[in-house]
């Protein structure tokens, strides 16, 4: 019988020796066998590892399933997770990777996922965006490399009712170190109050001091897995954005330590033109030229103004369309713009109408006008544009001006633009009496065509698509829209500020609810109402609670305007809430679920925590006149601007720059 392998005539010392006593393969066997079970293997090994939907049929699969399994829990970056079915969580682990839900995806997976949907998109060639062509305005110091300390380039005693000596009982240090320090309340303050404000303000100590330890420098912190958090608004780059975004909190809460470190950081590390990813143009605005402008109003260190201007910089670019409507995206190293792939070739309303309280601002402390130029021609475009029933779709094509799907919303995709309208006519000393005439307008169209009512008397502002009313749910996103309408209502008085009060109080009252509705006292993504629910998410992506501050921003504009201790009791709640469900050794997280009894983290630390959700909250229990709304405009991420001619603090520069110059 012939033998499947070749056979070959060997030889000792020239005489042949007989095949059938050989005892083991030739040299040459041996290679062949060998490459045709290493092939086999590599075939079955891959077949199991990359259809896992094969781990049912027989139990050895199961195992390498397993260990499949196994490799994933070594980390996310690892391997994707796999597509869950619907209800099949697994069991992969309970930190770190958040699980699909019945009815959709929580919302930093989606992210995450879109984020790399959108690189894969890019590499197989989609279309990008040009390169722009654009006059780069003149250029500002780059302010690398460590600068004077910031005593030294203080102008004045910071917010006026702040005094060392009443917060330090050590007083001033000798080398100024504490000149920053902010007293919330006076000395006879009750203390329940005192003691509140210090419950707030250890808060963000052990945010600030988890961030600095397991994620300094970076954007933001995993607080279960306590490593840094980079997949999120803000690319790939390390733009420490916890650091910017958390500064001016600290600077109002009086932790002049902390603010000492994160400036230092911020004047030697932070470079925006070192950063070599897609930035979201509205993120960037509002958290980093906001958080900036705000640490300049509020101190006078010209660095932070400095800053600001060059990240502003690094964003004109993206203004360079036919109509001077930015688009979404922005790479500062290469300069190239593009939109969402999800929104295809159109700008969101909310990201590009929520600059113009940072822009303008920013030019009158430079003397430049390039800022205020780019948002007026904003303005300039939807001022002109035909309204729909005298509202603003959520999407506009910055290269036609022409509105896209007419979805309507005063949640997601809509919010900040009409709140940047009324905050503009106040940060102008209500000089843009424009803004205000555009805000009203719009406001009294969505009271008429949004507002509703449930069976059970809970106001909410449902959305509009093609005019009507598309879904009886509202976001928590909207839940800022109570606050606003307090502060319409109380800034002028006109034929709709009566109706304002009322609405301003009734969705305050119904985010309230949404609250108190669940079992952990936090409220959901989104809510909606039926003849079945009211004030409840229903499904699993709208469940998450991801510290967001609007319904606490509501809170304590609410309580400022009419002192009702409601909103004290309420905001206290929520304290106790986040204490005793977002609190981790390593900082705070979000939920997956506000209706469990125990929910689990979403492991993420978001930056808007420490600029927006204490700051609210602290200032809740704080005197007026911490940050007096006579004198403070707060950008939609929290971060005080000062109110032109009201505020002494309002720094014009009369002539352009030269910023570097004016450093001390
Ligand atoms: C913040 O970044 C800002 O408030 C923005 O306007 C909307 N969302 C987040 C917080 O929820």
Request: hydrophobic fraction near 35%; charge should be negative; charged fraction near 25%.
């Amino acid at each position: 019988m012939t033998g499947i392998l070749p056979t070959y005539q060997r030889f000792v010392n020239g005489v042949p020796v007989p095949s059938i006593s050989r005892r083991s393969f030739r040299i040459r066997e041996k290679y062949l066998i060998v490459s045709v079970l290493l092939t086999f293997g590599i075939v079955w090994l891959g077949a199991l590892f990359y259809l896992p939907e094969f781990k049912s049929s027989s139990s050895v699969n199961d195992s390498v399933y397993n260990v499949y399994k196994r490799i994933q829990k070594a980390g996310p970056e690892l391997l994707m997770p796999p597509p869950l079915a619907q209800n099949d969580v697994g069991d992969f682990p309970v930190v770190g990777i958040v699980r699909h839900g019945e009815e959709g995806d929580d919302p930093h997976i989606v992210e995450d996922r879109n984020r790399l949907k959108a690189k894969i998109d890019e590499d197989m060639g989609m279309k990008v965006l040009e390169r722009p062509q654009f006059d780069v305005a003149p250029s500002v110091s780059s302010s690398r490399g460590p600068s004077k300390p910031p005593v030294d380039a203080i102008e004045e005693p910071a917010v006026r009712n702040f005094a060392a000596k009443d917060a330090s009982p050590a007083g001033p240090k000798p080398d100024g170190s504490n000149r920053y320090v902010a007293v919330a309340i006076g000395p006879n303050a009750d203390p329940d109050q005192k003691q509140k404000l210090e419950t707030v303000k250890e808060m963000m100590r052990h945010a600030w001091n988890n961030y600095k330890l397991y994620a300094w420098g970076k954007n933001e912190l995993n607080p279960i897995s306590k490593r840094a958090h980079l997949s999120s608004v803000f690319g790939s780059g390390e733009m420490g954005a916890t650091i910017v975004d958390g500064l001016d909190t600290l600077y109002v809460m009086g932790l002049t330590d902390e603010f000492r470190e994160g400036r230092d950081w911020i004047a030697e590390h932070f470079n925006i033109n070192e950063i070599d990813s897609e930035l979201s143009v509205f993120e960037t605005t509002i958290r980093f030229v906001g958080g900036l402008l705000s640490c300049y109003a509020l101190t006078g260190d010209t660095i932070f103004r400095d800053k600001a201007a060059e990240v502003a910089d690094a964003l004109l670019p993206a203004f360079e369309t036919p109509t001077g409507l930015p688009y979404a995206l922005i790479n500062p190293s290469t300069k190239a713009s593009r939109q969402y792939h999800w929104a295809g070739p159109n700008s969101i309303l909310s990201e590009l109408g929520t600059l113009h309280l940072e822009f303008s601002y920013l030019s009158d402390v430079t003397g430049r006008e390039v800022y205020r130029n780019k948002v007026d021609k904003i303005r300039e475009v939807l001022y002109n544009i035909e309204k729909p029933g005298d509202l603003y779709p959520n999407f506009i094509n910055p290269r036609t001006g022409q509105w896209g799907q007419r979805h309507i919303s005063l949640g997601a995709l809509g919010d900040s633009f009409y709140e940047y309208l009324l905050k503009a006519w106040l940060a102008s000393n209500r000089g843009d009496e424009q803004a205000r005439t555009m805000f009203d307008t719009a406001m009294q169209a969505a009271l008429d065509k949004m507002l509703r009512v449930s069976p059970s008397g809970l106001a909410y502002l449902a959305e509009l698509k093609y005019g009507r009313v598309i879904e009886e749910k509202m976001d928590h996103l909207s839940c800022f829209a109570g606050g606003m309408f307090a502060l319409a209502a109380t800034t002028l008085e006109n034929s709709l500020s009566e109706r304002y009060m009322d609405v301003a109080r009734k969705l305050t009252h119904t985010c309230h609810e949404s609250y108190f509705r669940s079992e952990t006292k936090l409220g959901p993504e989104a809510f909606r109402f039926s003849n079945a629910v009211e004030a409840r998410a229903q499904k699993s992506n709208e469940k998450v609670y991801i510290l967001r501050p609007e319904t606490f921003e509501s809170y304590f504009i609410m309580w400022r305007l009419t002192k009702e201790q409601k909103y004290r009791d309420w905001g206290w709640e929520a304290v106790q809430a986040l204490e005793k469900h977002c609190r981790v050794e390593g900082g705070y997280t979000g939920l997956t679920n506000v209706y469990h009894q125990n929910p689990q983290g979403d492991d993420v630390q978001q930056s808007y925590f420490l600029a927006e959700t204490l700051k609210y909250l602290y200032l809740l229990f704080s005197d007026d006149s911490l940050l007096s709304l006579d004198e403070w405009v707060f950008n939609t991420e929290a971060h005080p601007l000062p109110i032109k001619g009201k505020n002494p603090l309002y720094r014009m520069a009369s002539t352009p720059v030269p910023i570097e110059d004016n450093r001390v």
